[in-house]
């Protein structure tokens, strides 16, 4: 993630769950995880950081939301090319079959949803890298940020089959950069999703 | 230290994270680590990042999964679960049973992400 501190945190969108139940193991304050986690925290600081894809994915091995996501990559299924519909099958270039394959409409939809998440809700993302050294995200942006498919049988409702649907969610994981110190993040990946 | 120091939403972000129920638990995991990847390697490469942060939310991830997997839950619930949060190809079997060997198998590659995180 290229940092260039601005803008301040607002409004969340994302989901939050509400089926609370009394916490297993409290977290205490001689628990060297909390002082760690404050540490982490004061580093972040208070200012969102902000993100671009391109560097992001070009300075981080992890990171993969151009590789698998990204505007140019080609709809539609095609023998020994890499694309969006290919990856519910697990074709050429991808590890094995998903469930959700989906592709952002643009290079300014993207830019401006990753950001716009991460300046609504800093401050939780900053709580949860320190704590958790992860975040994940989704929300509904409410209106169409992509294209892709899911695969119809997941569910177990018969063989698996790519189903087109174009889409206004979002999922995003952010990471701290392992060993950083000064702690920084870096996005692993943000997509258009078919499912939050 | 002083509980007083920590500052207040990142106290209030690691009360809400303690108290979600065993399944949120779970769905959070499967979105955090197993969601987009591209295999199991990857899966562990995801686990050891976390773990060389903090181990607390790996302990805590092992614990409900073995509570999930041994509540009554509504039919359906560890198969969306598994093929839906964590977009999982469970083509050889996409029922809770085949759900449920998939997050044991998790459960087994997070206990050995912990040993080896000791050892170190």
């Not at chain 2, 805590?60 to 999930?68: F, K, R, W």
């Not at chain 2, 996409?94 to 997070?110: E, H």
């Amino acid at each position: 993630m290229r940092v260039a501190q601005r803008g301040r945190a607002g409004e969340g969108r994302n989901v939050v769950s509400d089926n609370a139940a009394p916490p297993t193991s409290p977290r205490t304050h001689e628990d060297p995880d909390v002082a760690n986690a404050i540490r982490v925290y004061d580093q972040l600081g208070a200012d969102p950081p902000k993100v671009d894809v391109a560097l992001n994915d070009a300075a981080h091995s992890r990171a993969h939301t151009l590789d698998r996501h990204g505007p140019d990559l080609p709809l539609r299924q095609q023998a020994g090319v890499l694309t969006i519909e290919g990856r519910i099958y697990g074709d050429h270039g991808w590890g094995q079959p998903e469930n959700q394959s989906f592709k952002w409409d643009d290079p300014t939809v993207m830019t401006r949803e990753i950001n716009g998440y991460v300046q609504r809700n800093w401050e939780t993302i900053r709580s949860d890298l320190a704590t958790d050294g992860v975040h994940e995200g989704r929300y509904d942006a409410g209106h169409r940020v992509g294209e892709g498919f899911l695969n119809g049988g997941m569910y177990g409702f018969g063989p698996r089959h790519a189903e087109y649907t174009p889409t206004s969610l979002v999922r995003l994981r952010i990471r701290l950069v392992p060993g950083s110190d000064p702690a920084q993040p870096f996005l692993v990946s943000a997509f258009p999703a078919g499912i939050l | 230290m002083d509980a007083s120091q920590i500052p207040e939403s990142l106290r209030a972000r690691m009360a809400e994270q303690d108290a979600r129920r065993p399944l949120e638990k779970v769905r959070s995991l499967l979105r955090s680590h197993v969601a987009d990847t591209d295999g199991w390697g990857e899966i562990r490469d995801e686990l050891e990042m976390t773990s060389q942060h903090s181990t607390r939310p790996l302990r805590q991830s092992l614990e409900a999964i073995d509570a999930v997997l041994v509540e009554e839950l509504p039919a359906g619930t560890l198969l969306r679960m598994v093929a839906g949060d964590a977009g999982w190809p469970l083509d050889d079997d996409p029922t809770d049973a085949g759900a449920a060997v998939f997050l044991r198998k998790l459960a087994d590659l997070i206990g050995s992400v912990l040993d080896d995180s000791h050892r170190k």
